[in-house]
């Protein structure tokens, strides 16, 4: 099974918190996402 996201955005009211995010992980790959506190890091697992 490959996973692929093309251009997601998210936000609440007018502020953008995710823009145009795209990514594709290929079937047998291990992936994983990197970043600070509060960086979106568990939004974009959500909006799969």
Do not use: H, Q
């Not at 251009?7 to 990197?34: A, H, P, Q, V």
Request: proline share 2%.
């Amino acid at each position: 099974m490959t996973i692929e996201a093309v251009n997601l955005e998210f936000g609440y009211k007018e502020e953008n918190i995710i823009s145009k995010c795209s990514f594709t992980i290929d079937k047998g790959r291990i992936c994983c996402i990197l970043g600070p506190n509060g960086s979106g890091k568990t939004t974009i697992l959500k909006l799969l």
